[in-house]
């Protein structure tokens, strides 16, 4: 069935993947007849309202079910409401037509005297006053609600939602026409969630911490529920296994600086600190340990539902690896630290490029991912080279599902990657793997192998005629810095 999905105008190429995923995990593309197997093509139909463009917040998404919908609204960060449409039109005329021909078993079964309801008026590219409000509800009298009205929880919410056209579209996406839908409220986000985590108000916050809305989605493409173990191998403070263990995964996380995940800033503020402040689950275990250095036995695989993280990749912090610059050169020979100073004592450490950092971590995922585990994690693009922004890692073991841009700088940006493991870990595909890297590794630019992307992000951009010279075609304004 057909569902109108309207969408806070923020983090736009989000918007779709968050829900897809949210579709697979809560049954969407499961096949009846056959449980046991599932659709290969994991994608929704999706469809724009007439005359509206593709950035609108205004999408039509086909769902098999209202359970499903529900489900995808009530937990989606960037999803307002789903609604069943029961009439659209580009004037209040055409609306009544709409909504008077639309099938009556499906709608009085919620217009019953025994029900209550509440009407909402929302607009989008302009501000309705209270009185207009008030005379587009009186305006649907010709729908013959018998209920009560109960503002505060009524049993269902009906929607009237009308668009602006382009004559003054306020920096929003271009809307030909004005369009005016009216629909029963299926399920809605309860945004309460990103000023309850904000990082603001966080016990124990560290210069990278993920912001508190991008965790959540994050949290959402790795499909984090009740029963599934996450895995961050870059913890820090803790931030993406909080989203995760509020959807009610068990969580688990590592770090290569042992201050971090052991200390903190004292007995009080700490990454269990963080988990204490919103009550939820503990990790599992916080690790001491090194991405390229893994610490699982030989042997030890298909452990993680899912695989969630940030990696340094040189902007707010670099990467680092174990061993030190004089170890990694040669020039002096492992050391054997005494016992008297193994509790306190702090291990060398070396820089750790973005190209390795990335390999070791599909290398970890394809081993410790279970079949089907997400791998969700952030890679950065600039802008002025086209051949990074459409290239990114691969692995044979993965299948990349979707990537998401956020802009950051007129330079740089960054891009949610979400894999899914289709192949078990085996050592051939390892050797492919390999081969892969190193393909990798030669058609990129030397920012990256050497993982000095500070420099290249905040370097002086060149100047032609008085502007900055980026080759990739900008992005419309309306869109935003935020989106």
Not at 26 to 47: I, M, S, V, Y
Not at 319 to 345: C, E, M, Q
Not at 393 to 408: D, M
Not at 425 to 446: C, P, S, V
Request: proline share 7%; glycine share 8%.
């Amino acid at each position: 069935m057909w569902y109108l999905c309207v969408f806070y105008h923020r983090l736009l190429d989000y918007r779709k993947p968050e829900v897809e995923s949210l579709a697979d995990l809560f049954g969407a593309f499961e096949d009846k007849q056959n449980p046991d197997f599932a659709t290969q093509n994991r994608a929704l139909e999706w469809r724009l309202p007439k005359h509206h463009h593709p950035d609108s917040p205004f999408h039509f998404v086909n769902l098999p079910s209202e359970d499903v919908a529900r489900n995808i609204a009530n937990r989606s960060i960037l999803v307002k409401g789903i609604y069943e449409l029961w009439g659209e039109g580009s004037s209040y005329e055409e609306l009544k037509e709409a909504v008077t021909s639309y099938p009556d078993e499906r709608k009085l079964p919620y217009l019953e005297s025994e029900s209550t309801f509440k009407i909402t008026v929302d607009s989008f590219g302009k501000v309705m006053s209270l009185h207009e409000q008030k005379t587009r509800i009186w305006g649907l009298s010709y729908i013959p609600f018998k209920g009560q009205v109960n503002l505060k929880n009524p049993d269902h919410n009906f929607w009237l939602m009308e668009t602006d056209d382009n004559a003054t579209t306020n920096g929003l996406p271009p809307v030909v026409h004005r369009r005016i839908f009216f629909g029963r409220e299926v399920g809605g986000a309860d945004r309460k969630l990103i000023p309850t985590y904000q990082l603001k108000s966080r016990t124990y916050l560290g210069p990278t911490a993920m912001d508190a809305e991008m965790a959540f989605l994050m949290a959402n493409q790795a499909q984090a529920a009740p029963g599934k173990l996450v895995y961050d191998p870059f913890v820090g403070t803790g931030s993406i296994l909080v989203s995760a263990a509020h959807f009610g995964a068990m969580t688990m996380g590592a770090d290569i600086d042992i201050r971090v995940v052991r200390d903190g800033r004292g007995p009080d503020c700490n990454v269990w600190s963080n988990f204490k402040q919103y009550g939820l689950p503990m990790p599992i275990a916080l690790l001491r340990a090194d991405n390229n250095l893994p610490p699982w036995r030989h042997g030890l695989k298909e452990v993680f539902d899912a695989i969630i993280c940030d990696p340094p990749y040189g902007v707010r912090a670099g990467g680092r690896k174990s061993g030190g610059r004089k170890l990694l050169k040669g020039i002096v020979g492992p050391y054997t630290v005494p016992d008297d100073k193994r509790a306190d004592h702090i291990p060398s450490t070396a820089p750790y490029s973005l190209l390795e950092c990335v390999h070791d971590l599909l290398d970890l995922a394809a081993r410790m991912l279970v079949m089907g585990g997400r791998l969700v994690f952030f890679y950065p693009v600039l802008r002025e080279d086209d051949s990074v922004g459409d290239h990114f890692p691969e692995h044979p073991c993965f299948k990349l599902v979707a990537t998401s841009e956020q802009i950051l700088s007129s330079r740089y940006s960054r891009v949610l990657l979400t894999m899914v493991k289709t192949s078990s870990y085996t050592e051939e595909l390892a050797l492919a793997a390999r081969i892969k890297h190193l393909e990798f590794k030669e058609n990129h630019t030397k920012w990256l192998e050497n993982g000095n992307l500070h420099s290249s992000v905040f370097s002086p951009a060149d100047i032609e005629s008085g502007d900055l010279k980026v080759s990739k075609e900008s992005k419309p304004k309306y869109r935003g810095k935020y989106v």
